[in-house]
Each structure stands twice: as C-alpha cells, then as structure tokens.
C-alpha cells in the first residue's frame, strides 16, 4: 500500500494536470474538501465536480515548497508560478484521502487570475 505521501504526490500530479477524474479516484467516497475560503465539500462526485469546474475557471499549478508526512496525515505548504502561497493537510485513510483542508488567499487568487470579486 502506498505510504500518505505517495498519494499526496500522486495528488499533486493529477493536480497539475487538471484531471478531475483521476483526483476524484484519490478520495474516499464520504471525503470532505474543505477549502477554508469556501465551504467544505462533502462526497466523491460533489470534490470531482469542484475541481472540474475550477479547472474550467482558472490555471491552477501546485508546487510543493514543504511536505510532511505524520503517520495518516500530510502537511504540504506550496506555491504557484503567479506567487500564491498556501498550505494543505490531508488525511490519509485505508489508501484514500478523507479530509483534504486548504488554506490559501481567496482574494489574491482572483486578482491573479482576472476573476470577479466578491461584493460582499
């Protein structure tokens, strides 16, 4: 079986290439993806659908600066090429990740890509 880790750059390089399919397959079918700007995600298709839908929106590329690894779960702090910063942690399960939390700038991440911002 693969270690946490594995999974989470097997995560990072279907990330990278924008494919929601085989992300959707590195998840428990009662996953959770809470992105700490949004609201969490709950359910196999509910996270394949987000990252399709975010990859239809904007070009989005994972660079790890930091990865730890802790028994069931991963810390990764990363970057992207336009200069985001963030971090994730992942939670490991039977092979599958079943909680994935992100924190990253909401705002920045929409200046960057030209998106609409939030009027509220």
Same mark, same amino acid.
């Given at each position: 079986?693969? /270690? &946490? %880790?594995?999974?989470?750059? +097997?995560?990072?390089?279907?990330?990278?290439?924008? $494919? !929601?399919?085989?992300?959707? $397959?590195?998840? @428990?079918?009662? &996953?959770?993806? @809470? *992105?700490? !700007?949004?609201?969490?995600?709950?359910? %196999?298709? !509910? =996270?394949? +659908?987000?990252?399709?839908?975010?990859?239809?929106? !904007?070009?989005? =590329?994972?660079?790890?600066? *930091?990865?730890?690894? /802790?028994?069931?779960?991963?810390?990764?702090?990363? %970057? $992207?090429?336009?200069?985001?910063?963030?971090?994730?942690?992942? @939670?490991? *399960? $039977?092979?599958?990740?079943?909680?994935?939390?992100?924190?990253?700038?909401?705002? /920045?991440?929409?200046?960057? @890509?030209?998106?609409?911002?939030?009027? *509220?």
């Amino acid at each position: 079986m693969k /270690s &946490a %880790k594995q999974i989470v750059e +097997e995560w990072l390089v279907h990330f990278n290439r924008g $494919d !929601a399919d085989a992300l959707a $397959d590195l998840y @428990h079918q009662d &996953a959770v993806n @809470h *992105q700490v !700007a949004n609201l969490p995600i709950q359910g %196999k298709q !509910a =996270i394949r +659908e987000l990252f399709a839908y975010e990859f239809s929106t !904007a070009e989005m =590329i994972c660079e790890p600066v *930091q990865m730890f690894e /802790s028994g069931e779960w991963v810390i990764m702090e990363w %970057k $992207d090429p336009l200069g985001l910063l963030g971090s994730g942690f992942f @939670h490991i *399960q $039977d092979g599958k990740i079943r909680l994935q939390r992100g924190y990253w700038d909401k705002l /920045s991440f929409l200046r960057m @890509h030209g998106m609409p911002l939030p009027t *509220q």
